[in-house]
């Protein structure tokens, strides 16, 4: 494999296991940042300003999104796993699919309609409350990113579902999750 398709997997792996992690971050930071700024705002000056609340309310709803991502693709999410645990392995596959299935059929409809909330914004030239330039459609636009996202990574569970199931492998812990996700890639790297 040449040098640069080879570096170009090597960031889209990376990108794939840390993508949400890497966002989260920042956007923790941020959180804490405005919510420090503003208290400390307030406390010299009597006052605060009017974007910052509504600021950190909607990158902390982005910040659940991403979160609820990453623990989609780690079946971590919502899980019954003492239930789970005595079903057989058929039957254990079986509601992991149905799972990541409800997660894209829900997040189907949470694109739909929220991508309709960005265009009305659009159509209306909204601006984040408190400020003149800061398009409030970019803010709403988060939300059918993140739930784009959840659909990916609800795909990207089942293809590993489906790929555990036909070795006959099926493992519904996190470590057993970790370790097919750690035997992927180790395999796409030969």
């Known amino acids: 494999m040449a040098p640069d398709r080879r570096a170009l997997v090597e960031a889209l792996r990376w990108l794939d296991l840390n993508a949400e992690r890497a966002m989260m971050l920042p956007l923790y930071a941020f959180i804490a940042l405005i919510v420090g700024g503003e208290a400390v705002f307030r406390y010299v000056v009597g006052t605060q300003t009017q974007w910052g609340g509504t600021m950190a309310i909607h990158a902390f709803v982005f910040l659940s999104w991403l979160g609820c991502a990453y623990h989609v693709r780690r079946r971590t999410?919502?899980?019954?796993?003492?239930?789970?645990?005595?079903?057989?392995?058929?039957?254990?596959?079986?509601?992991?699919?149905?799972?990541?299935?409800?997660?894209?059929?829900?997040?189907?409809i949470v694109?739909?309609?929220?991508?309709?909330?960005?265009?009305?914004?659009?159509?209306?030239?909204?601006?984040?409350e408190g400020t003149d330039t800061i398009p409030l459609w970019l803010?709403?636009?988060?939300?059918p990113l993140s739930w784009s996202i959840i659909v990916l990574r609800a795909v990207q569970d089942l293809v590993l579902l489906f790929s555990q199931a036909r070795?006959?492998?099926?493992?519904?812990?996190?470590?057993?999750?970790?370790?097919?996700?750690?035997?992927?890639s180790t395999a796409s790297k030969t």
């Open 77 to 108: 999410h919502l899980g019954f796993d003492g239930l789970r645990r005595h079903m057989p392995p058929r039957l254990r596959c079986a509601a992991c699919a149905v799972d990541d299935l409800l997660w894209i059929a829900l997040a189907i």
């Open 139 to 143: 803010i709403t636009a988060t939300v």
């Open 167 to 184: 070795r006959g492998k099926f493992d519904i812990s996190v470590s057993g999750l970790a370790a097919a996700v750690s035997a992927e």
């Open 111 to 128: 694109v739909r309609y929220s991508f309709q909330m960005v265009e009305m914004q659009v159509s209306l030239e909204s601006t984040v």
